[in-house]
Protein backbone atom coordinates (compact mmCIF):
# COMPACT_ATOMS: atom_id res chain seq x y z
CA UNK A 1 0.00 0.00 0.00
CA UNK A 2 1.02 3.53 -0.72
CA UNK A 3 0.58 6.58 1.39
CA UNK A 4 0.81 9.95 0.17
CA UNK A 5 0.69 13.60 2.61
CA UNK A 6 0.35 16.65 1.56
CA UNK A 7 1.80 19.63 2.61
CA UNK A 8 2.89 23.37 2.24
CA UNK A 9 -0.84 24.67 1.41
CA UNK A 10 -2.08 28.12 2.74
CA UNK A 11 -3.03 31.57 2.02
CA UNK A 12 -1.02 33.43 -0.29
CA UNK A 13 -1.68 36.73 -2.23
CA UNK A 14 -1.99 36.89 -6.52
CA UNK A 15 1.39 36.52 -7.44
CA UNK A 16 3.08 35.14 -4.76
CA UNK A 17 4.46 31.98 -4.24
CA UNK A 18 4.18 28.44 -2.46
CA UNK A 19 5.45 25.44 -2.37
CA UNK A 20 3.49 21.84 -1.63
CA UNK A 21 5.32 18.59 -0.84
CA UNK A 22 4.03 15.40 -1.24
CA UNK A 23 5.64 12.78 1.20
CA UNK A 24 5.22 9.33 0.10
CA UNK A 25 5.35 6.69 2.35
CA UNK A 26 6.81 3.63 -0.31
CA UNK A 27 9.49 1.49 0.05
CA UNK A 28 10.75 2.58 -3.31
CA UNK A 29 9.72 5.90 -4.18
CA UNK A 30 11.31 5.91 -8.03
CA UNK A 31 9.11 3.38 -8.86
CA UNK A 32 6.05 5.43 -8.82
CA UNK A 33 4.97 8.45 -11.45
CA UNK A 34 3.80 11.13 -9.01
CA UNK A 35 0.52 13.62 -10.06
CA UNK A 36 -0.79 17.02 -8.85
CA UNK A 37 -4.27 17.31 -9.09
CA UNK A 38 -6.53 20.25 -8.11
CA UNK A 39 -10.19 20.70 -7.20
CA UNK A 40 -11.89 24.10 -6.77
CA UNK A 41 -15.31 24.21 -4.99
CA UNK A 42 -18.07 23.40 -8.03
CA UNK A 43 -15.48 22.47 -10.30
CA UNK A 44 -14.21 19.14 -11.57
CA UNK A 45 -10.91 18.14 -10.53
CA UNK A 46 -8.14 18.98 -12.81
CA UNK A 47 -4.64 17.72 -13.52
CA UNK A 48 -2.06 20.22 -12.64
CA UNK A 49 1.64 18.12 -13.17
CA UNK A 50 2.79 15.10 -13.04
CA UNK A 51 6.62 13.25 -13.27
CA UNK A 52 7.74 10.12 -14.21
CA UNK A 53 9.15 7.57 -11.59
CA UNK A 54 13.05 8.84 -13.16
CA UNK A 55 12.05 12.21 -13.55
CA UNK A 56 13.29 12.78 -16.40
CA UNK A 57 9.42 13.84 -17.72
CA UNK A 58 7.32 16.15 -16.41
CA UNK A 59 4.00 17.63 -17.70
CA UNK A 60 1.91 20.48 -17.27
CA UNK A 61 -1.60 22.39 -17.21
CA UNK A 62 -1.76 24.58 -19.68
CA UNK A 63 -2.69 27.01 -16.95
CA UNK A 64 0.03 26.49 -15.15
CA UNK A 65 3.03 26.07 -17.77
CA UNK A 66 5.72 28.36 -16.52
CA UNK A 67 4.29 29.61 -13.67
CA UNK A 68 4.83 25.89 -11.64
CA UNK A 69 7.36 23.54 -11.54
CA UNK A 70 7.39 19.85 -10.31
CA UNK A 71 10.59 17.65 -9.25
CA UNK A 72 11.21 15.31 -7.21
CA UNK A 73 13.57 14.08 -4.45
CA UNK A 74 13.52 10.02 -4.40
CA UNK A 75 16.09 9.86 -1.22
CA UNK A 76 13.65 11.53 0.95
CA UNK A 77 10.22 10.14 -0.29
CA UNK A 78 8.81 14.07 -1.43
CA UNK A 79 7.92 15.54 -4.62
CA UNK A 80 7.36 19.12 -4.90
CA UNK A 81 5.12 21.33 -6.59
CA UNK A 82 6.67 24.56 -6.10
CA UNK A 83 3.86 27.13 -7.51
CA UNK A 84 5.04 31.00 -8.58
CA UNK A 85 2.86 34.15 -9.87
CA UNK A 86 -0.08 32.55 -8.28
CA UNK A 87 -3.24 33.50 -9.46
CA UNK A 88 -7.21 33.50 -7.97
CA UNK A 89 -8.04 30.71 -9.68
CA UNK A 90 -5.55 28.87 -8.50
CA UNK A 91 -7.26 28.22 -5.41
CA UNK A 92 -8.07 24.83 -5.06
CA UNK A 93 -7.93 21.67 -2.53
CA UNK A 94 -4.31 20.42 -4.25
CA UNK A 95 -3.78 16.62 -4.00
CA UNK A 96 -0.67 14.76 -5.07
CA UNK A 97 -1.53 10.86 -6.52
CA UNK A 98 0.39 7.52 -7.58
CA UNK A 99 -0.64 5.03 -10.35
CA UNK A 100 0.44 1.58 -9.89
CA UNK A 101 4.07 0.60 -9.02
CA UNK A 102 5.54 1.40 -12.92
CA UNK A 103 2.56 3.08 -14.06
CA UNK A 104 3.26 6.61 -15.56
CA UNK A 105 2.02 9.91 -15.66
CA UNK A 106 -1.47 8.45 -18.15
CA UNK A 107 -2.11 5.39 -15.90
CA UNK A 108 -5.10 5.52 -13.72
CA UNK A 109 -4.03 6.88 -10.29
CA UNK A 110 -5.07 4.58 -7.45
CA UNK A 111 -3.39 6.10 -4.29
CA UNK A 112 -4.39 9.78 -3.25
CA UNK A 113 -3.17 11.89 -0.57
CA UNK A 114 -5.87 13.93 1.25
CA UNK A 115 -5.26 16.83 -0.20
CA UNK A 116 -3.74 20.80 0.92
CA UNK A 117 -5.67 23.79 0.56
CA UNK A 118 -4.12 26.30 -1.16
CA UNK A 119 -6.04 30.09 -1.07
CA UNK A 120 -5.13 33.25 -3.22
CA UNK A 121 -6.70 35.97 -2.12
CA UNK A 122 -6.02 39.84 -1.36
Known amino acids: QLQLVESGGGLVQPGGSLRLSCAVRAFRLGDYAIGWFRQAPGKEREGVSC????????KYADSVKGRFTISRENAKNIVYLQMNNLKPEDAAVYYCAAPRRWGDCEDRYDYWGQGTQVTVSS
Open 51 to 58: ISSSGDST
